[in-house]
């Protein structure tokens, strides 16, 4: 059954190498290629998708990525679409954490990196400008829209700005009398398990964690480790921009304020500062999720254990912050179809995607801003060309993403 989808898990690949640019960039990117390209899915349906995930804590474009998978083949499909997905990246920071003391930090800021902010610019204004018709059609989704863009570019970071306007324009297009006719569709068999599953894990990690830093269990790093990128899988909202600070604070601020107020713990699950800001920058450069950081982090928080626990660590990053985002997406979704059958959930979209639309647009500026674009550069030039460039290929060609992609890579290798 798995082999009439080869196409499409080669195209994941290949999504995977050249994803630059975050999770705004990368709808976009899916856009251009399970929309247009391979008609995986529809316009309507990648919108729904991107925004019930932005509903839920987790990776937003790996949630949307496996919903593609599983509306092609179910859960197996859908499973195999993560891993896929998430491997490249995984690999590539896990690497790092065993890379990172014999390499040069400076060399890491290549300028070979320098056009991906303005190719993800392009690659969103292109999302923005195909999804508009279908979701702008009336006054009510201008405000919602207009409205969407101006709240997200003043609170752009912000973990509850996103799920609060998608609720909010859900709302306020109920309060419409406008018939949407309801669809006959069988309510789906609801998969209890994935989220018992999700809460069970959740909890005796947690009860576990605890238990072994009160009573001070030797090699208890795993354990801790596990729990702690576990929970913040499960409970960030907002996306890589959100999890970094988070990390940040759990492994490389609070054992040093713990050193400080206690007796030196050597089992603490710890992080050098300037390692965490090196990954940080790192992994912005990196194709694929960002929550992939978190495969660096296991690998520098078990390094001292060994080699061959320094590889366990990666694993452990890896399969945490990835995991609660499969079990949620997977719960929720099926709940979320059935709730398609009334009216009200249909009255319901034509709000949420006015406001993603918004969303889009000011990520978009959002972007722009730290773009040298408004000085009498060559480099501001050649950014306004590679903006343009990305929206007008993607727009007018059949040109796949990866060849803009390697474009913009070997441009930056060459200016």
């Not at 604070?249 to 965490?276: F, G, H, L």
């Not at 499969?326 to 929720?332: C, G, R, S, T």
């Amino acid at each position: 059954m798995l082999l009439r989808h080869i196409p499409f898990l080669k195209a994941v690949f290949v999504h995977s190498l050249t994803a630059f640019g975050g999770p705004q960039a990368h709808i976009g990117m899916m856009m251009k290629t399970f929309v247009h390209r391979r008609r995986d899915v529809s316009e309507q349906e990648l919108m729904e998708y991107n925004a019930f995930c932005n509903l839920l804590p987790g990776a937003s474009s790996t949630q949307t990525l496996t919903l593609i998978g599983y509306k092609r083949g179910g859960i197996p499909l859908a499973v195999i679409t993560l891993l896929i997905w998430i491997l490249p990246a995984s690999i590539l920071m896990g690497s790092l954490s065993f890379l990172l003391h014999y390499i040069d930090k400076k060399q890491l800021g290549t300028d070979i990196f320098r056009f991906i902010a303005p190719m993800a610019a392009g690659f969103l204004a292109y999302a923005a400008f195909t999804t508009f018709p279908l979701a702008i059609r009336n006054l009510i989704t201008w405000i919602i829209m207009i409205i969407g863009a101006v709240a997200t570019y003043l609170l752009f970071g912000q973990p509850w700005v996103i799920p609060v306007l998608i609720v909010s324009a859900g709302i306020v297009t109920n309060f419409s009398r406008k018939r949407i006719p309801q669809t006959e569709q069988k309510p789906r068999k609801i998969r209890w398990w994935n989220f018992w599953l999700f809460g069970i894990i959740f909890i005796a990690a947690g009860i576990i964690s605890e238990r072994a830093r009160l009573d001070n269990w030797p090699d208890r790093k795993p354990i801790n480790l596990f729990e702690n990128t576990y929970r913040m899988g499960s409970l960030v909202f907002g996306g890589g921009q959100v999890l970094m600070p988070m990390m940040y604070e759990q492994w490389s601020v609070r054992p040093e304020t713990i050193k400080k107020n206690k007796n030196k713990d050597q089992n603490v699950v710890q992080i050098d500062e300037s390692d965490m800001y090196t990954a940080m920058g790192i992994v912005r450069a990196v194709p694929g999720p960002v929550f992939s950081i978190a495969s660096f982090a296991g690998g520098m928080a078990l390094k001292d254990m060994g080699t061959e626990m320094q590889v366990v660590g990666c694993l452990i990053g890896m399969i945490a912050i990835f995991l609660p985002s499969a079990l949620l997406v997977l719960f929720f979704f099926p709940i979320w179809s059935n709730l398609k059958k009334y009216a009200a959930v249909y009255r319901s979209l034509e709000g949420i995607n006015a406001v993603v639309v918004g969303i889009m647009i000011a990520s978009t500026l959002y972007i722009m801003k730290d773009i040298s674009i408004g000085e009498f550069k060559t480099i501001s030039l050649v950014n306004i060309g590679v903006i343009l460039g990305t929206f007008l290929l993607l727009n007018f060609t059949k040109i796949a993403p990866p060849f803009i992609v390697l474009a913009c890579l070997g441009l930056g290798a060459l200016v």
